[in-house]
Every structure is written in C-alpha cells, then in structure tokens.
C-alpha cells in the first residue's frame, strides 16, 4: 500500500499522487502518471535520458524520491511543446536529424532547454560540457551539439 | 519487512529524535544522488530516511565578517551560483562544481559528498585545504570538528549515533589568500579523481608565503593534509627548489592503491605535480586578493 500523498505541478498542472518511500520520480512518473515521455536509462544518475527539470534546475529524475516533491514544480517532456507546436529545440533535432532510436532526447532537450534559459547564447564547448551528463549511444553528438546551436540562434533572433 | 519510511524533520532537534531511534535503522538524506544509487542496488537497506532538506540550518549559506558558513544540504549548483562564496573560496567551489553533472550538481550536497566519504570525493582535500570545521548536532548537542579529523576510511566516518553535519564553517580567509583545487581524471569531465589536490596560501606583504595548507585526496584511505608542505612553503617564495621540495613531500604522503584508473606509481607522482600546480595558481589568486 502507498503511504504518501503528494500534490506537485507537474507541467503547469497541480497533480495528486501516491508513492512508496523508496519510489523515484522517473518510476512515479512513468508508472504512476503514464507519463513515459521521461526515459528509464540507467537509473543511477549516470546516463541523463530521465532528466526533468525541477523547482528550475535539471536533475536526474531517477535520483529524486516522490515523497519529498509536495509543492514542487516538474517540468517534463511532455510539457515542451505548446499544443502541436514544437519548441524550438524539438523542431531543431528533428531538421538536424540528432536522434535515432529516441530514448534519450528527452533528457538531452530538457538539458538544452535548461542551459539556453541561463545561457541564450552558449559556445560550442559549453553546450558540450552542460550535455556531459547525457549519453548517447547511436546518433552521437555532434549533431545534438549542432541543433542545440542552431536553436539558440533561432531562438535569440526571435526573442530580439 | 517493514516497508521503508520517509521523514522530513522541520529542525535539527526532530531529525536527532529520528536519527538515534535505532530500531528504524534510519539514514540522513540530503541530494540523494549516492543513496538512492545504493537503495537501489540494496547495498543498504534502512529501514527510514530522514530528509534533512526542510531544515534551514543546512540549507543555508552565511557569509559574515569573522565565518562563513555553508550548509551540508547544499547543492554545487547553489554553491557554484554564489559570487561571493567563489570570491572567498574558488577551490572549494570548483571541487564542488567538479562532482558530476549539471544534473547530479542540481541535488548533490556538500555534506553528502563529505559523508559518502570516498577517498577520492573532490569536495574534502579542498575543505581540508580550506580549514574547514563540520558543525555535528547529535544528541549530545553540538560538536565542531576539523574535518579531517572525522574521516575514518573508505566509506566511513566517525559521525555517531544519531549525529547528522549541520554546516561547514571556514574562518574568514586573510587578505592575500587564494585557494585552489585540481585533479586529474583521464577524461575531461564526469569522472572520479585518481588524484585531486586543495591548496590554500597566504601571503605576507613582501610576497612571501605567510600560511599554506595542502590536502590530497585520492592517494589514500582517506583524504589528508600534507603537513610538511606547510614548512615547506612558509616563509619562501614560489622558487623552483620549493616547488620540488613541495612535489616531494605530496608524493611522499600519498599511500595509493593500483587499479584501473591508476597505479601506485602513477598517482604517486601525479600527486606532487597536482600539488605544485594548485599552489602556483592558489598563489597567483593569493597576489589579486
């Protein structure tokens, strides 16, 4: 029987859930919710494909308990878009073809996204470094590294 | 089995109620980014965590004329966004910022590297470098102990029953300090130290080194000061026979053991170029402050 009741935003939406202790968000989120935007990788914070980001900073969502959200804000995948309208970075990985099988762009836009919020107009080794913490094992990175370039532009000469 | 329960204690008195309570088998929970990795694979298997993050002790940063003071539950990324923390103490803000991802940098805690308590955790050669004191409350009331001195062996430390790290304090450093970290990793980021060295210099008016504390980590059981290298550097300048005196002395501390990331020779001698080189640049910022 789940023990703790928990209220958080999760994409603009308060949302009720019930969890073990010992439940991760990416299992809450997954099993819980049926959100299965976030991907299970690794599930030790080494591979970042279920990176969320929360209260405003990435985490790995593996490594962070549903007991502890009460009042948190997590924004996930599935909160990216607006409607049918691909953010930016989305639209960007699909034109620069910086994915194959999928399972761990989520993280790598939820990162990018994080980064270009701090940092709209990052270097090529920055936007390596602040993606250090997602693998990627079949497209490799260059062009991830290339569209998340080339949605910062985008996005600083929309936002100007 | 009992299912596992979690507990969020709102002061350090209700999280020393829960911590001593044995018969919970209970463990402190901060970033959760080696726990969770440990509850998972059921290395440990506590039968209650108790979340210390709702408490504002350790969940503060305070900077004042005489300390300063940072929270065991702080994460590298509040440490690494705080200019005025990197201002008073760039090696212990860039160890901090060298654990992990951005992602892991988001929850894991100072306190939590230093209790984890690895060899090679790059927070504590810079804390010790630092002179650093952890603020233990337990249910004796509350100690201050240099952290050195609470560091027993890989994955230990001489915390007792029902004691969690509130803060780490730092004596205000003097004018003239600077402070530096570095260790060598055969990649460029997401690694673990086959050596990591902390340095902290001051210096007199005439340029001279008034203060030094140099720290290692990765070479031993435990993180350590190099002691000698405190006679070593006082009272000199940064010349090349100090600097060989200096590379010696941290080789000659170092009891490493061989593995895949390193052998004993190989951090032997990396130790004593780590070292010379986080003390030039501890030196160069010791000369701007």
Redo the contacts between chains.
């Keep these: 029987m789940s ?2 009741l928990v209220t958080a935003n999760i994409n603009g939406d308060e949302v009720d859930f019930a969890c ?3 439940q ?1 968000l990416m299992e809450i989120l997954r099993e819980n919710l049926n959100m299965t935007g976030t991907k299970n990788g690794c ?3 080494d591979c ?1 494909a279920c ?1 969320v980001i ?1 209260n405003g ?4 969502s ?4 549903g ?2 959200l009460q009042g948190a804000e997590i924004e996930t995948i599935e909160g990216m878009s607006k409607g049918n309208e691909l953010h930016p970075l989305q639209q960007k990985f699909l034109d620069h073809a910086a994915l194959q099988c999928g399972i761990c762009t989520p993280g790598f836009l939820n ?1 990018a996204k ?2 270009l919020e701090k940092n709209p107009d990052p270097t090529e080794t920055e936007v390596r ?2 993606l ?3 693998l990627c094992r079949c497209t490799g990175y260059d062009k991830i590294v290339r569209a998340v370039l080339d949605a910062a532009e985008e996005m600083r000469t929309t936002s100007s | 089995m009992n ?4 507990e ?1 204690p709102e002061t350090i008195e209700a999280a020393i109620a829960l911590l001593v309570a044995q018969e919970h088998q209970p463990r402190v ?1 901060a ?3 080696d726990l ?2 440990q ?3 059921e290395m440990i298997e506590p039968g209650m ?1 108790v ?1 210390i ?1 709702k408490i504002k002790e350790p969940r503060e940063i305070i900077i004042s004329a005489e300390e300063i003071s940072i929270g065991s539950a702080v ?1 590298g ?1 509040e440490i690494g966004e705080n200019a005025e923390l990197k201002a008073l103490f760039p090696g212990v803000v860039e160890s901090v910022q060298l654990i ?5 940098q ?2 894991a805690t100072i306190g939590g590297n230093f209790c984890n308590a690895s060899p090679a955790a790059d927070s504590v050669p810079a804390l010790i470098a630092a002179n650093a004191k952890a603020v233990i409350a337990g249910p004796d009331g509350v100690r201050k102990v240099d952290v050195a001195d609470l560091l027993v062996k890989p994955g230990q430390t001489s915390l007792t029953t029902g004691e969690f790290i509130v803060s780490f304090v730092f004596p205000r450093p003097p004018k003239n300090t600077g402070e530096a970290y570095l260790r060598f990793i055969p990649r460029t ?2 690694d673990i130290a086959v050596v990591g060295a902390g340095v902290s210099v001051t210096l007199n008016p005439d340029g001279t080194c008034a203060a030094a504390r140099l720290a290692l980590g990765a070479v031993a059981p435990t993180a350590r000061l190099v002691e000698p290298a405190s006679d070593i550097l006082v009272g000199n300048k940064l010349e090349e026979g100090v600097l060989a005196d200096l590379a010696a002395a941290a080789s000659a501390a170092c009891q490493p053991i061989d593995d895949k990331r390193g052998t004993i020779e190989f951090r032997t001698k990396v130790a004593g170029v780590l070292a010379c080189r986080a003390t030039k640049i501890a030196w160069e910022r010791a000369e701007k402050n």
Excluded at chain 1, 62 to 65: A, D
């Design positions: 023990k703790y073990h202790a010992d991760t599930g030790s914070g970042g990176t929360m900073r990435p985490v790995n593996c490594l962070v308990l007991a502890e990162m994080s980064l470094y602040a250090a913490g997602n | 299912e596992m329960r979690y969020a929970f970033g959760g980014t969770i990795v509850l998972k694979a965590l979340d993050k994460s990324a992990g991802s951005d992602q892991v988001g929850r980021e997401m």
